[in-house]
């Protein structure tokens, strides 16, 4: 199976701030990464599919990047609705599989 | 309007069995593929297994943790997902989410609101 890892685990900022996830495969993926977020009690929100392609709906200050094994997620200036736990996914083989998780705390 | 609406979770003894379903509308469920995901209290999310199409073969998957124990199956006339689970552990206990792949396999654009399943004795 995939492993994929998060980096940091979690995350303190402020509302403007730019911050940034990093996200690594056991093995090349290629460009077959999605983000999500997930506020307490809800459903996760897919955010970005195929590495850097921004989902519809999903402001542009989320933004996606790499291929291969390293991966990031960019959030350009912090709202107070992006405080939530955000999850890499591969989707390059099944067993499809998730990072731990990186919660996003004010 | 998409919805996924997912039923049959609850309290259950380990050993036992459970059938959960997700009522699928707003979109052609015969041509969705579909997964189930979970999350343990407090914890990730985790990949339970995933059925596509008829069309495209009907091919099912499991993650290693179901494999064996869970069964997926869909009926496309009542528009209805399926997950059987056997033999269900302490382990199990999460909320199940139904998932519509979108917009490309392996992408989870559409989730239910998901059911909370709770083995314990």
């Known amino acids: 199976d995939i492993q994929m890892t998060q980096s940091p685990s979690s995350l303190s900022a402020s509302v403007g701030d730019r911050v940034t996830i990093t996200c690594r495969a056991s093995q090349s993926i290629s460009n077959y990464l999605s983000w999500y977020h997930q506020k307490a009690g809800k459903a996760p929100k897919l955010l970005i599919y195929?590495?850097?392609t921004l989902q519809s709906g999903v402001p542009s200050r989320f933004s996606g990047s790499g291929s291969g094994t390293e991966f990031t997620l960019t959030i350009s200036s912090l709202q107070p609705e992006d405080f939530a736990t955000y999850y890499c996914q591969q989707n390059y083989s099944t067993p499809y599989t998730f990072g731990q998780g990186t919660k996003l705390e004010i | 309007e998409v919805q996924l609406v997912e039923s049959g979770g609850g309290l259950i003894e380990p050993g036992e069995s459970l059938r959960l379903s997700c009522a699928a509308s707003?979109?052609?469920?015969?041509?969705?593929?579909m997964s189930w995901v979970r999350q343990a209290p407090g914890k990730g999310l985790e990949w339970v297994g995933r059925i596509i199409s008829s069309n495209d073969g009907g091919r099912i998957d499991y993650g290693a943790p179901v494999k064996g124990r869970f069964t997926i199956s869909r009926d496309d006339s009542k528009n209805t997902l399926y997950l059987q689970m056997n033999s269900l552990t302490t382990e199990d206990t999460a909320v199940y989410f139904c998932i519509w792949e979108l917009p490309s396999p392996g992408n989870f654009e559409y989730w239910g609101q998901g059911t909370l399943v709770t083995v314990s004795s």
């Open positions: 195929a590495a850097s």
């Open positions: 707003g979109f052609p469920f015969n041509k969705a593929w």
